[in-house]
Structures are given as C-alpha cells and as structure tokens.
C-alpha cells in the first residue's frame, strides 16, 4: 500500500518524490495509481485551500483565487487541465473512434482545447468568488477529494481505450482490493462528512451525475477511457460540485 501511495504521488504531482529512496518503487505500483487518487486530493486540496487563506489576508480576494488556482496548476504540472484540453478536442475534432483516439494523443491544443480551458477556468474562478472565504476553503478540501473518488471509478465501469503499448503514460490503471476500496472512499467522503452540513450532502450527486454522463458519452464514442479522460473526468466533476454547492446555499 505505501509504494502504491507513493507511485500515486510521483504521478499526480511534479513534487520530486523520485529523489528519496522510499519513493523508488517498482512501475507496476503505478497502475494503482488512480485508486489512491482521493489520497492524493488530500494533498493538491490542502495546498489550494491554504493558498487560499493565507493569501487572502495580503491581497484583494480574485488575486487570493488566483493564486490559489496556480498552486494546485504548479503542483499538478497542470496534468488534468492537459487531460481536459485534450478530452474537448478528440470529442469535438473527431468523428470516428480512431480519429478521436488519435487527436487526444496529439499533444497540440485545439480551438475546442483552448474554450474548454477558458470556460472552465472562468467558472471556477466565479464559484470561488460567489462563495465567502471561510466557506470557499472549506470546499476546496470537500470537492477534490470527492470528485477524485468519483472520477476514479471510470477504470471500473470502462475498459481501456487504448493498449499499454500506446498510451501517453504507458499505465493501464489497476482494479482496488477491498482494503484500497476502503482507504479511497475514506478519503474521498470524509472531508464531505465533516466539514459540509449533512443537510446539503446531496450536493454529491451532482459529480455523480456528472461522472455518469461522462462514462456514457466516452461508452458511445471511444467504448473507453483514456488518461486524458480521467483528468477532464476530475475537473469537470469538481466544477459540479462547487455549482452544487452554490445551488444549495442560494437555496
């Protein structure tokens, strides 16, 4: 378990794990990678919201939102914003699954890349914005975790579009055990358990719904998944949970 925790650090972030010896581990622990996601969201969520509050007593709070945007960006290597780049334009540029397949892989971003990354960068900013401080931060820490928890079981109800051979990161993502399981949900709903009340918990069907309109589309279209749709996956059901929360709290 600790070597799958560590190949989930070394993959989703560009903190250099490599360098300390516990951190060596062998490549098939990277195929459990995306089970220990909502661990991970520990960490990227953290960073986010304390970038958030501390950064909020020294600048105007959209500066605040900024910084605390390019904290997780600096953190991640902006891995899942390539993910959702490339997502848009294999969807929108491509009319076959081969072609789909083909332009996700392409490393150049597209004109559907490019308003995917403006629109979801608009809305986050604006959601973070509509919500106080203390209560922006506290969602940080819920939606991450949560929306990696969702976002991880695209391996489950999807088989791998491509083979080993030819993905990007050349990783196929492994199934949990029942110990797995019980870490990833553990990180994924506690946050959701303690720090939003129970009475607006239902917020957490927005990424569920979400992430299941996602595995339908990718159903149709590739009959897969790909690691580019995991990120997109992640992002967008993210972005739903803060509207659901905005939703509720309107409400």
Not at 200 to 222: D, G, N, S
């Given at each position: 378990?600790?070597k799958d925790?560590?190949?989930?650090?070394?993959?989703f972030?560009?903190?250099?794990?490599?360098?300390?010896?516990?951190f060596?581990?062998?490549?098939?622990?990277?195929?459990?990678?995306?089970n220990?996601?909502?661990?991970?969201?520990?960490?990227?969520?953290?960073?986010?919201?304390?970038?958030?509050?501390?950064?909020?007593?020294?600048?105007?709070?959209?500066?605040?939102?900024?910084?605390?945007?390019?904290?997780?960006?600096?953190?991640t290597?902006?891995?899942?914003e390539?993910?959702?780049?490339?997502?848009?334009?294999g969807?929108?540029?491509?009319?076959?699954?081969?072609?789909?397949?083909?332009?996700?892989?392409?490393?150049?971003?597209?004109?559907?890349g490019?308003?995917?990354h403006?629109?979801y960068?608009?809305?986050?900013?604006?959601?973070?914005?509509?919500?106080?401080?203390?209560?922006?931060?506290?969602?940080?820490?819920v939606?991450?975790?949560?929306?990696?928890?969702i976002?991880?079981?695209?391996?489950?109800?999807?088989p791998?579009?491509?083979?080993?051979?030819?993905?990007k990161?050349?990783?196929?993502?492994?199934?949990?055990?029942?110990?797995?399981?019980?870490i990833?949900?553990?990180?994924?709903?506690?946050?959701?358990i303690?720090?939003i009340?129970?009475a607006?918990?239902?917020?957490?069907?927005?990424?569920?719904?979400?992430?299941?309109?996602?595995?339908?589309?990718?159903?149709?279209?590739?009959q897969?998944?790909t690691?580019?749709?995991?990120?997109?996956?992640?992002?967008?059901?993210?972005?739903?949970?803060?509207?659901?929360?905005?939703?509720?709290?309107?409400?």
């Open positions: 378990m600790i925790i560590a190949a989930a650090l070394q993959f972030t560009r903190l250099p794990f490599y360098k300390l010896k516990i060596n581990v062998p490549a098939e622990h990277f195929k459990q990678a995306i220990y996601w909502p661990v991970i969201g520990w960490l990227t969520a953290g960073v986010m919201s304390m970038t958030l509050w501390f950064s909020s007593y020294i600048f105007p709070y959209p500066i605040a939102i900024i910084l605390a945007i390019l904290s997780r960006l600096l953190l290597g902006a891995l899942h390539d993910g959702l780049s490339d997502f848009f334009d969807l929108g540029g491509g009319t076959t699954r081969e072609r789909v397949l083909e332009i996700m892989k392409d490393s150049h971003i597209g004109t559907y490019v308003l995917s403006i629109i960068f608009l809305l986050l900013f604006q959601c973070l914005s509509a919500l106080p401080i203390e209560t922006a931060a506290l969602a940080i820490l939606a991450d975790p949560l929306a990696k928890l976002s991880s079981y695209i391996n489950k109800v999807l791998y579009a491509r083979t080993e051979e030819t993905s990161a050349k990783v196929v993502y492994g199934k949990m055990s029942v110990s797995t399981f019980i990833a949900h553990l990180f994924g709903l506690l946050p959701l303690l720090l009340p129970y607006i918990w239902w917020v957490a069907l927005f990424p569920i719904l979400t992430f299941l309109l996602i595995a339908v589309i990718l159903k149709r279209r590739i897969g998944y690691g580019d749709c995991c990120g997109a996956s992640f992002l967008l059901c993210e972005i739903s949970i803060y509207l659901g929360i905005l939703l509720a709290l309107n409400i």
